[in-house]
């Protein structure tokens, strides 16, 4: 069996476990070739940008679906994806009436103010996978997660005698990757913020012994996550998560058997 048939029987086979532990079929985003060249700036006014076809709007976590900011069009958030042989491009279009975002460094705690947040599992076997943060700052933080065993508890669960398996290395850093935020404008008036990151896929796809570049038809297996801290009645930050495919609220990092299919055509 070559190595492209057997990686494409590997998702086949992730695809089969995932509807098993999620109880429905991965969603897919289809993402371009990339024809002209992209400036990094986070307004994504670029030709290829208009043509790339948006994701299904993000939506509440597994154990609060039906959470009112998902179905509020005031933060409605949706992602484009582009790629070329060497990269992944990723457009996250976040709404919303405000941010919380004072943290200035690679590598803070992001995840503590709003963010946004892309799980890559180039292999497709839930064993190893990229954890990529964006802050509406710019700001950006990276994580690498290994597993001894793949984790088999479904989405909605954790099972937290598996999570010896589980190791972050927080330390990890992938070169190349950068992002740029620029303020979402609509009719004339900021609607909330953009996220513009370019993920170098070849070095993920090196590290597992895969070619080292994307090439037409690949599937790469993934999941979008988007943070919001709004402030309650007494001064309180309340944690709001939404996500491309449900896992539990705040455990995204932890739940490697749910995510969609980033699909380069």
């Known amino acids: 069996m070559s ?55 993000l939506i509440g976590p597994i154990d609060h679906v039906h959470e009112g900011m998902a179905a509020d069009p005031a933060y409605r958030t949706t992602v484009r994806a582009l790629w070329d042989k060497q990269n992944l491009y990723l457009a996250f279009v976040c709404r919303g009436p405000k941010y919380f975002a004072t943290l200035r460094k690679h590598d ?57 398996n589980h190791h972050m290395d927080r330390a990890w850093n992938l070169p190349g990757f950068t992002a740029a935020t620029a303020p979402l404008i609509e009719n004339g008036r900021e609607a909330g913020w953009v996220a513009e990151i370019v993920v170098p896929v070849g070095g993920l796809l090196s590290r597992r012994h895969l070619p080292g570049r994307l090439h037409s038809g690949q599937n790469v297996r993934a999941n979008f996550i988007r943070y919001i801290y709004t402030l309650g009645a007494h ?16 455990r995204p990092h932890i739940s490697p058997m749910a995510m969609g299919i980033i699909h380069c055509r």
Not at 6 to 25: E, F, I, K, S
Not at 32 to 46: C, F, M, Q, Y
Not at 122 to 136: C, K, T
Request: glycine letters at 8%; proline letters at 8%; aromatic letters at 6%.
């Open 3 to 57: 190595l492209k048939a057997g990686q494409n029987l590997l998702v086949a086979m992730v695809l089969l476990l995932g509807v098993a532990g999620c109880a429905g079929a991965e969603p897919m985003l289809t993402a371009t070739a990339r024809s002209g060249r992209l400036t990094i700036d986070g307004k994504i006014a670029e030709p290829d940008w208009r043509k790339a076809s948006p994701s299904a709007p």
């Open 108 to 164: 803070d705690p992001l995840y503590t103010q709003d963010v946004v947040e892309v799980f890559l599992d180039v292999a497709g076997d839930m064993r190893q996978y990229a954890e990529l943060q964006v802050s509406p700052l710019g700001v950006t933080a990276d994580v690498y997660h290994t597993w001894t065993r793949p984790p088999d508890y479904p989405a909605g669960q954790i099972d937290t005698r598996q999570l010896v």
């Open 235 to 250: 001064g309180q930050r309340i944690h709001h998560q939404l996500n491309w495919v449900p896992t539990i609220q705040g």
